[in-house]
C-alpha cells in the first residue's frame, strides 16, 4: 500500500528554499542533515497526520556525482518552490514493478541513523514533469513524522497539476482525499491550515 510520507520543496540553495516555507507557513523550519549519496542537504518541519515537510537543495560542499541526483536538482533553476510529493511504501520492489511508467529502482539510503529506499530514475526526473510521487520504503522505525515536534501546521489539500491530469490520476497508486488533480501546467500547490489561518505554499 502506498500512503503520503512528506513533501519537498527545492531552492537552489537550502537557505532560499528554508526562507520559502517560513514565509509560506509563518513557522520556523527545524534542523535536517546531509544525503551522501545525492550531495543534498534538508532542513524539516512536522506536520499532523503523520506527514512532515523538507526543504532541499544540493549541498555546495559536494562536486559533480557520476549520477543523477534526485528530485531533479540538477536541471533545478529559478525561485524556490514546492517540487515534489513522496509517498511510503510497505512493499518498494513491489510497487515499483506494478507501475508501467519509469518510477526508477530502489536506492539505499542513509542520513544518521535513518535508513530508506527510494525510487529514483536514471535521470533524476519523475514522470509528467516530476508531477508523479517519489516512491520510497522506510526501513527504520519510528520515522521523521514521528520523531518531529509538531509546528502546529496541517495539510489540508495538495493540488497536483499537469495538462494531463486526468491521466496522471488514473496511473497514481495513491488514494488521498487531500490530493486533487487539476489541469494546468506542471507544479504543485498545498493548502495548510497553520497557528496563523490557511495558508499556501507553491
Known amino acids: 500500500m502506498l500512503t503520503l510520507d512528506h513533501l519537498a520543496v527545492a531552492g537552489d540553495s537550502l537557505d532560499a528554499a528554508v526562507a520559502h516555507v517560513e514565509e509560506a507557513l509563518g513557522v520556523a523550519m527545524g534542523p535536517g542533515g546531509q544525503h551522501a549519496h545525492f550531495g543534498t542537504h534538508n532542513r524539516l518541519l512536522g506536520l499532523g497526520d503523520g506527514l512532515y515537510l523538507e526543504a532541499i537543495a544540493v549541498d555546495p560542499s559536494v562536486g559533480d556525482l557520476p549520477y543523477a541526483r534526485w528530485?531533479?536538482?540538477?536541471?533545478?533553476?529559478?525561485?524556490?518552490?514546492?517540487g515534489n510529493w513522496i509517498c511510503r511504501s510497505d512493499d518498494l520492489d513491489a510497487d515499483v514493478a506494478a507501475i508501467a511508467l519509469d518510477v526508477g529502482q530502489p536506492v539505499k539510503l542513509t542520513r544518521g541513523d535513518l535508513r530508506w529506499r527510494m525510487a529514483v530514475p536514471k535521470s533524476g526526473a519523475l514522470p509528467f514533469e516530476d508531477c508523479f510521487p517519489a516512491l520510497m520504503q522506510w526501513d527504520v522505525s519510528p520515522t521523521p513524522a514521528t520523531l518531529l515536534a509538531r509546528s502546529g501546521c496541517t495539510l489540508v489539500r495538495l493540488e497536483v497539476a499537469h495538462p494531463e491530469a486526468a491521466k496522471?490520476?488514473?496511473v497514481v497508486p495513491v488514494r488521498d482525499a487531500r490530493v486533487v488533480y487539476v489541469d494546468g501546467a506542471a507544479g504543485m500547490r498545498a493548502t495548510f491550515d497553520t497557528p496563523h489561518g490557511q495558508r499556501v505554499l507553491q
Not at 71 to 82: I, Q
Request: glycine share 14%; net charge negative; charged share 35%.
Open 168 to 170: 496522471l490520476q488514473d
Open 71 to 82: 528530485f531533479d536538482l540538477d536541471r533545478f533553476s529559478g525561485g524556490p518552490k514546492l
